[in-house]
């Protein structure tokens, strides 16, 4: 029975072993590729350490052996190199990447044993002689030696280090005629005695005394440039009855605090320092009864266990002080690590959703408490709705992650790339924790590979090439992400050749996407990269193998309400901007009328509003005008005439300013309603392809609002996507000229 | 004179037999009765080595209460050898007592 019990634990659990695991093998591709730009970082050969032993332990918890089998020899190499015993080298860096690879697929098809084929079963084997190639080859008979010899290497050009003496001396130490005051003196003169402690405690009372047997043992830190060697030539003549410990400059100490602090919850300091090996169980038996003795003294007189440790047992007293800091943490019951539940998507998006009902039923009441007058009501309803405007961004942050996790899986494409290419590329992420809705991230994950790659193949030049043209070797590849007014930008950049416009402007000739001879603009040039039918079939597979051209690229950024922006500077190099909104649920909104129709605006974007002289105004039969705003030509659309709303038009008419990346441009319209949240609904199949308009909202009153797209209205507006062959009409050259001064 | 021990001129391994026999009949003599401490000169001690440190320093082990006296220039010098002049100074002040360093 309870083997059955057992297994449906197993069954119900493996998804969430499957996830973890997938973030930790993640996690260990991250740590490589930071590593192989900082080998000495010792914390993240740590991490990556531990990364590779969890995924190892938990796989052994569910029975998968081979995922435990094939994790051990990688763990083994990462522990030889922890030890100082292996260099990571570029090549020990693509081992273990591959060894990577390989758990993952191990991981990945660990319900599924016939995934195993006996070609993957091969290139595992190969894996593991490669693996064992090194960990066994570099096995070290002495362990002292590696350490030694490492040391001298640091210590040959640092100067002075401290050292940190342990030696506990034998009972026969006197009848053999040494001493260890004379040892104590005779190091001192090899440099300078930082610190000495001697262990007396251990000394029998003078009843029991053998006065000819040696009690003592002194823990010393000695500053010197002498070597390993000089300094246990001082115990040379006590060696055999000696137990001595020279741990190299701090190293011994911090790697003990280290311990300490990654420690599960162990409460008794002894324990602490047993577990991570800064003392032996036998003598922390020792050290506890020396400490029993002293019971019944007063409190002041009572050895404390961390300094009879520090004396009698040689624990370095920064493991002590770390040890006692996380007793004193765990006393204060403070987390010492932040805290993570997992929660499945679908319930949170379902959350979510049940917000998006609050908020609209909130809005509802409120409009009714309005009505009704009541005072008291309305304050009720006003409060309300600042706790439901407080859970709606509470609830909205849960779904936020850092863009960086997507950002740092690049870091493998772009050096598998870069070397499949023959170029040289240093790639960099900025601003990985900028916060974004996580279903954006997995959707924008696929659009922003292709860019980079498209950035490694076509951008930059090989090496030859770049230092023809006066560039350094290796092309540098940028991925940044930022906050930017409610959404976030993410720009690839790289220091390549840019987008060649003659050529693309052939093609698009060649191909019928813009009229034979007519040249438009540099940057709507640059944006036919985006067109269909584009991208050459030589190119598809060439870049991506998933037959995404650069038109779809456009087109899944621009289903997120996200904007792509080109910046091209011819052989200098090209910079692709991504802006995407924050979230996809709910935003702040403007609420505008227009007759019976009601607008709604992004908060964000709106600058300020002006008045204007209703039907005195010329306009163009998309609704076009401009005004003038303190000086300068404000282009304006007309949503009455764009729309077709059946309204008349009163004297005065409202102009909300709105600021979108083509600049500044105004909306008229009739009503002004407010600000008010606003829950995305997504548009009808019917009315996709209504232009200005991104979404819908359901409002308070019941009543349906359409959301504005300020970006394809400011199109609208300034006439740009009549492209490049339509002849404009007076007003919309104004416009133009009025938005690109 | 009785009411201090005087420790030898040399303190060594040599004399650590002699010494701790001495030590432990003049303690019996005198013990802590009357006394407040038992109190032992250093003053003489021109010689010394880990064994003859040793050897007062288990004094610290036991029971009863003691203080050094008058240490010599040799029998500091040992001691800030090895760390232990904190523990010499808590034995000559006023409130030395016994106990744990």
């Known amino acids: 029975m309870s083997n059955d019990a057992d297994l449906d634990f197993i069954a119900q659990a493996m998804p969430a072993f499957i996830s973890e695991a997938a973030e930790q093998i993640e996690a260990i591709e991250t740590l490589l590729l930071e590593l192989e730009e900082q080998p000495d970082n010792r914390e993240l050969l740590d991490s990556l350490f531990r990364c590779a032993h969890t995924v190892k332990g938990s796989a052994g918890i569910f029975g998968l052996n081979r995922v435990v089998e094939f994790t051990h020899h990688v763990e083994t190499l990462l522990d030889k190199m922890r030890d100082g015993d292996i260099a990571l080298t570029p090549d020990i860096s693509t081992l273990l990447l591959q060894c990577n690879d390989q758990i993952k697929f191990l991981v990945d098809t660990a319900a599924d044993e016939s995934a195993d084929t006996a070609e993957q079963k091969d290139l595992r084997a190969d894996l593991v002689v490669r693996l064992r190639a090194l960990t066994d080859g570099n096995a070290q008979p002495v362990q002292a030696a590696p350490a030694a010899v490492k040391q001298a290497a640091g210590g040959a050009d640092a100067g002075p280090q401290v050292w940190t003496i342990s030696a506990r001396f034998g009972p026969e130490t006197f009848r053999n005629g040494m001493d260890p005051l004379s040892i104590a003196r005779y190091l001192g003169s090899l440099g300078t005695v930082v610190r000495i402690k001697c262990g007396i405690d251990t000394v029998p009372p003078l009843v029991n005394l053998n006065p000819e047997s040696c009690y003592l043992s002194f823990l010393m830190e000695l500053e010197t440039s002498s070597s390993r060697e000089d300094i246990e030539g001082a115990f040379s003549f006590v060696m055999d009855d000696c137990e001595l410990d020279v741990v190299a400059p701090e190293t011994h100490g911090q790697k003990l605090v280290r311990a300490i602090e990654e420690m599960p919850e162990t409460p008794r300091l002894g324990d602490m320092l047993v577990s991570v090996g800064a003392v032996s169980q036998d003598k922390l038996k020792e050290v506890l009864s020396t400490q029993q003795q002293t019971r019944g003294m007063p409190v002041v007189e009572k050895a404390k266990i961390g300094d009879l440790l520090e004396t009698q047992a040689g624990v370095p007293p920064e493991a002590v002080a770390a040890a006692l800091g996380k007793q004193q943490k765990l006393r204060e019951g403070t987390p010492s690590e932040e805290r993570y539940i997992r929660v499945q998507a679908d319930r949170l998006d379902a959350v979510i959703n049940l917000l998006g009902e609050l908020v609209i039923a909130g809005a509802g009441a409120t409009l009714l408490a309005r009505e009704s007058h009541q005072v008291a009501l309305i304050e009720a309803n006003l409060h309300m709705n600042s706790l439901i405007e407080e859970i709606r961004n509470g609830t909205l942050g849960l779904r936020m992650v850092p863009v960086g996790e997507t950002f740092s899986r690049f870091r493998r494409v772009v050096r598998d790339t870069a070397s499949s290419l023959g170029k040289e590329v240093n790639f960099e992420i900025v601003g990985g924790d900028a916060e974004l809705d996580k279903s954006m991230v997995e959707k924008i994950a696929d659009p922003l590979m292709h860019l980079v790659r498209n950035s490694l193949d076509h951008g930059l030049e090989p090496p030859q090439e770049r230092i023809n043209a006066g560039k350094p070797a290796a092309g540098k590849l940028v991925l940044s992400a930022r906050h930017e007014t409610g959404a976030i930008l993410i720009r690839i950049e790289d220091d390549g050749r840019g987008i060649n416009r003659e050529r693309v402007l052939q093609r698009a000739w060649n191909r019928g996407l813009v009229e034979q001879g007519v040249v438009p603009p540099d940057d709507d040039i640059n944006m036919l990269i985006f067109e269909p039918g584009f991208s050459t079939a030589e190119q598809v597979t060439n870049l991506s193998g998933r037959g995404v051209g650069m038109d779809v690229v456009r087109r899944n950024i621009e289903a997120l309400r996200g904007t792509i922006r080109l910046n091209s500077n011819p052989g200098k190099g090209l910079q692709v901007d991504i802006r995407l909104p924050l979230t996809l649920a709910i935003i702040d909104g403007f609420l505008v009328g227009v007759g019976k129709s009601k607008f709604v605006l992004p908060l964000e974007s709106v600058v300020e509003v002006i008045e204007s002289g209703g039907d005195n105004v010329k306009v163009d039969s998309h609704g076009r005008h401009c005004v003038e705003l303190r000086g300068a030509v404000l282009p304006v659309v007309r949503l009455r005439t764009l729309y077709t709303v059946e309204s008349s038009l009163p004297d005065r008419v409202s102009i909300v300013v709105v600021s979108s990346l083509r600049g500044k441009f105004g909306i008229e319209v009739e009503v002004l309603l407010g600000q008010n949240q606003t829950v995305i609904k997504p548009l009808g199949r019917l009315f996709r392809t209504l232009r200005g308009i991104s979404g819908s909202s359901i409002l308070g009153s019941g009543e349906v609002a359409l959301i504005l797209d300020v970006t394809s209205l400011a199109d609208l507006a300034t006439g740009a996507l009549h492209g490049f062959s339509a002849a404009q009409t007076p007003v919309t050259a104004a416009v133009s000229t009025a938005l690109s001064s | ?101």
């Open chain 2, 1 to 101: 004179m009785n009411e201090r021990f005087e420790l030898p001129a040399e303190l060594n391994i040599y004399s650590a037999l002699d010494t701790r026999d001495a030590l432990l009949a003049w303690i019996a003599e005198h013990g802590p009765k009357g006394h407040e401490y038992l109190e032992i000169s250093a003053r003489d001690v021109a010689e010394i080595d880990g064994a003859g440190l040793q050897l007062v320093a288990s004094l610290s082990n036991m029971e009863q209460a003691w203080r050094l006296i008058e240490p010599s220039d040799a029998f500091t010098d040992a001691c800030r050898t090895l760390g232990l002049l904190n523990w010499i100074d808590g034995r000559s002040g006023k409130a030395a007592h016994s106990g744990a360093v």
